[in-house]
């Protein structure tokens, strides 16, 4: 059982740990999670569209690309990008390089999210497109994507959670994020498990958040279809 | 108004159309009858040219395109040859994602640069000649086959092609449903527009046809007035044909 003073001592810190875990959380897990999510959607964008367009050099380096960081750990691309980059002259801040880094390996994740959305729209919605005198971009733009677009949110919104979380590995290369912060705060009060359990009902909130508007926008692309 | 010469087109190794010729005035409904598999969607693809003919000449209103094996269209070529022509597809495919009214418009403000405001107001009267004024805001998912049949029809007819394509465009439909969609059509025929219908309704055919063409392997085999091709056809593959389909 814990005592009545150890609980007093714990809700303690656990009372000075919140805005401190808080601010990390604000100052860099999201703000890392909203700029790599962009970025990342917006390469994933120009990937998937790439590796559809059958313009063979650019089909085979977005394949290259995706093979890569699909085909090697996060952690290891965190590692090379900034322990490894600076032997050969290259020096990145850690938030810099866990923003190259997130938005490399979210790119080509959702490249595939993207490029099978589009693929699995029905090839008579092209021919469809086509038959009132668009060109393939306009098909795209038009009649496609936002097709495309809601079959893709779901996959989407996961990854987009996922990658709340997998902001926390960017305190492997000292980036004092959330998960960092609470890392610290447990190395000098020892109070590991209380301390982990309040840095993950902060993701756990962030998530919820994420997904709340993940579902509005399921539902505002979602027009059109029956329920 | 259409001039096709010895038109051919090759899917790999298959010839699928040997060498069609025909014509078809203006504002006369010309359909296209004929076993599976015999060419009639492939050709009526090639008046688009959603599928590209190997070898031939297609001349469509003041356009003509010569095609031999060296030929390369562009896509503006494509696009300005195209925009001759509405297409209605047997599986309808409305773009789920717009109301009826949207589907009708999208090309309208996408392509012909119209405004909304013009567009939906050209929108509205077309569906109201296909009798849908009232689901004009419904989805496609909300209307039935024959309801989104009729949209599609609109929906072509909004872009003023000089020629309607029509592809089977009752063959999805439930039986009762046939009757309102082959309506709309008629109406349109007895207009003096020019159209291209493929179907298999010979009740159609003969109501509303001013011209009927039976292909067979990749050919025109045999054409005519629906008199003449229904109660006077000579050639034995259009005989047995007609036998088959009129069970008698
Ligand atoms: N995209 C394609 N690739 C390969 N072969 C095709 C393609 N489209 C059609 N074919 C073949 O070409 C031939 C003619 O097809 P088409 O669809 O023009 O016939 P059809 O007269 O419209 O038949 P149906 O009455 O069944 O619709 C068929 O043998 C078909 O299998
Ligand atoms: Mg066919």
């Known amino acids: 059982m814990v005592g009545e003073e150890r609980t007093e001592r714990i809700i303690g810190i656990l009372g000075e740990s919140f805005f401190p875990i808080l601010m990390a959380g604000l100052q860099y897990t999201i703000p890392l999670t909203l700029i790599t999510f962009t970025l990342g959607l917006i390469l994933a964008f120009f990937t998937a569209v790439a590796r559809i367009s059958g313009f063979i050099p650019l089909v085979l380096l977005t394949r290259f690309y995706v093979w890569i960081f699909r085909g090697t750990p996060l952690l290891v691309q965190l590692f090379i990008i900034f322990y490894g980059l600076p032997s050969v002259g290259v020096t990145l801040s850690p938030f810099a390089a866990a923003v190259i880094v997130f938005t490399l390996n979210k790119g080509a994740y959702s490249s595939e999210i993207i490029r099978a959305a589009i693929l699995s729209i029905h090839k008579g919605q092209w ?34 959670i996922s990658l709340v979380k997998d902001t926390s590995l960017a305190a492997t290369i000292t980036v004092t994020e959330l998960f960092q912060k609470g890392q610290q705060i447990a190395a000098v009060t020892y109070e590991p498990l209380w301390l982990y359990i309040e840095v993950a009902l902060f993701y756990l909130i962030f998530s919820t958040v994420l997904s709340y508007f993940q579902g509005r926008l399921e539902i505002r692309y979602g027009r059109g279809v029956a329920k | 108004m259409i001039t096709i010469d010895n038109l051919h087109k090759w899917f790999d190794k298959l010839e699928v159309l040997k060498g069609v010729s025909l014509s078809i005035e203006k504002g006369k409904t010309a359909v296209i009858i004929g076993p599976s598999g015999s060419g009639k969607t492939t050709l009526l693809r090639c008046l688009n040219l959603l599928e590209l003919p190997d070898k031939g000449t297609i001349t469509l209103g003041d356009k003509t395109l010569n095609i031999t094996a060296g030929t390369r269209l562009k896509q503006a070529e494509i696009v300005s040859f195209r925009k001759q022509t509405g297409m209605v597809f047997q599986g309808y495919n409305l773009f789920p994602h717009l109301t009826a009214a949207e589907n009708v418009m999208e090309g309208q403000v996408s392509v012909l640069k119209r405004s909304k405001d013009d ?7 077309l569906l109201e000649k296909v009798g849908l004024r009232d689901r004009a805001d419904m989805y496609p998912f909300q209307l039935s086959g024959g309801q989104q049949q009729r949209v599609g029809i609109a929906r072509a007819m909004a872009m003023d092609p000089e020629v309607l394509l029509f592809d089977e465009p009752t063959s999805a439909l439930d039986p009762e449903l046939v009757g309102e969609v082959l309506k709309v059509m008629k109406d349109l025929a007895n ?25 067979d392997g990749g050919v025109v085999v045999e054409q005519g007035t629906p008199n003449e091709l229904f109660h006077a056809a000579r050639n034995p593959r259009t005989l047995q044909f007609l036998n088959k389909v009129f069970e008698r």
């Not at chain 1, 038959?131 to 893709?152: E, F, H, N, W």
């Not at chain 2, 567009?119 to 009267?125: C, I, P, Q, V």
């Open chain 2, 191 to 215: 207009e003096g527009r020019t159209m291209v219908v493929v179907t298999h309704e010979m009740k159609f055919a003969n109501e509303a046809a001013d011209q009927v063409i039976f292909m």
């Open chain 1, 127 to 160: 021919e469809a497109a086509y038959s009132i005198g668009m060109t393939k971009s306009q098909a795209m733009k038009r009649i496609v994507l936002p097709q495309a677009v809601r079959v893709s949110l779901p996959p989407l919104g996961n990854s987009f």
């Open chain 2, 119 to 125: 567009a939906r107001k050209k929108a509205l009267s």
